[in-house]
Structures are given as C-alpha cells and as structure tokens.
C-alpha cells in the first residue's frame, strides 16, 4: 500500500469555481499534514499546514483534515488561472519521516 | 534573500567529470535534505542529515556524495553521473522537534551528457 495517494490528474476546473484536491495516507499515527504548490519548472513552495481534526482556512485555501478516515483536502475558491500548477500532499508519519505524494496537476480553464 | 539557496542553478556535465552542487539555508534550521525530482516521478528523498550527522540514505547510488560541514550548509558532489541522473535536485532545510514543515530551495537542474 503507497504511504501518500493523490490522484495525478490532470484536473480540470473553470475559473472561479472551487477546485478540490484530495490525499490518503496509510500511517494511522502520521500528525502533521502539509500542501505544497509546485509550478512547471519550480520548486514546491508551502501553501498549508495541518495537524487536527476539522478546516483550517488561509484566504482563498482550506485544508480539511479527517484522522479516522485518513484522509486529507485542499480546497481552493474563487480558482484563478494562477492556481494551475501540480499540488503536492506531503504527511509526517510516526517515525517523523515526511513523505510526499506524486502530485495532482490543477488546470485552472479561462 | 531566499530562506534555502543553491547553486547552480543549471548545470551540464558529461559523464565523466566531477562537480558539486552546493545548498545554504538561513532559516536556522537543525535539518537539511537532498531530494531527487525527475520528470513524471514523485520527489525522491535521497539524504537526511540533522545536527550535521547524516541520518538516512535511501540507497543512493554512491556515485552521489553528500556533505554537511555545518547546519547551514550541504553538498552533492557528483562523480560519473549516468544520463538517467539528470534530474532537478531539491535541498531543502526544516527545524526537527519543531514545526518539523520543509522549506526548499529553487533546485539545480542537471543534465548529464
């Protein structure tokens, strides 16, 4: 079983609607749940940060975590053709190691 | 100034010739990284190294030397590099037994030739 799954898309989303991405992990234990913004050619940069149950919102972003059901999201409102770009789920599991999903990349149509 | 730095940013090198890639993170960071990311694959973590003793190695070909003189700096010294390595190198730094988030640099893409 893969530690941390994201579909891999591409997901296509028009522009102004909510695009939402979403991310299992398998380590039961894992506390600290974060999402990276990756544009072409760039490095991942920190969008989220999340480590308890229930949404946490930072402007146009919301990650929404669900402990029981392993389960973590990032919705983004009002998408803007500058929200496309590959969204990477990153996890900490018990043992403090950080691992990384494959990316889902977000086309945001004009 | 950014939080994590690297140099180069590009780099071209032929299969027989040795060269470093060098990190520098001002962050004041206990922890730094060496990530391996190549086309359509996920982010591979290649080294750990915290409080300047490397504490993992994901089976990296040896071709790939690390080196951390001190929290604030990391090396990738590259020697017979196969084409298959070229790839965009990640460093990135975070603060263990803190915030624990990971903050990267820009990368260095490599192309071996």
């Known amino acids: 079983q893969k530690e941390v799954e994201q579909n891999s898309g591409p997901l296509s989303v028009p522009e102004g609607a909510i695009a939402s991405l979403n991310c299992t992990y398998s380590?039961?234990?894992?506390?600290?749940f974060f999402w990276y913004r990756q544009y072409s050619g760039k490095s991942p940069e920190l969008i989220m940060s999340i480590y308890s149950n229930g949404d946490k919102e930072d402007g146009r972003f919301t990650a929404q975590l669900n402990k029981a059901s392993q389960y973590v999201s990032l919705l983004i409102r009002d998408s803007q053709p500058s929200d496309s770009a590959t969204y990477l789920c990153?996890?900490?599991?018990?043992?403090?190691?950080?691992?990384f999903g494959k990316g889902t990349r977000l086309h945001i149509l004009p | 100034e950014t939080g994590v730095t690297q140099t180069p940013r590009h780099l071209v090198m032929g299969m027989t010739n040795k060269k470093s890639l060098k990190c520098e993170q001002h962050l004041g960071h206990n922890a730094m990284y060496w990530y391996k990311q190549s086309a359509k694959k996920p982010l591979e973590l290649m080294f750990v190294y915290s409080l300047e003793e490397r504490v993992e190695n994901n089976s990296v070909p040896s071709r790939f030397s690390p080196e951390c003189p001190n929290s604030s700096h990391l090396f990738l010294h590259l020697h017979t590099l196969q084409p298959e390595d070229s790839a965009l190198y990640l460093c990135?730094?975070?603060?263990?037994?803190?915030?624990?988030?990971?903050?990267f640099g820009e990368g260095s893409w490599l192309t071996v030739v």
């Open positions: 380590d039961r234990g894992s506390q600290s």
């Open positions: 990153a996890v900490m599991n018990r043992d403090d190691k950080i691992i």
């Open positions: 990135a730094s975070s603060q263990d037994g803190g915030e624990n988030t990971i903050y």
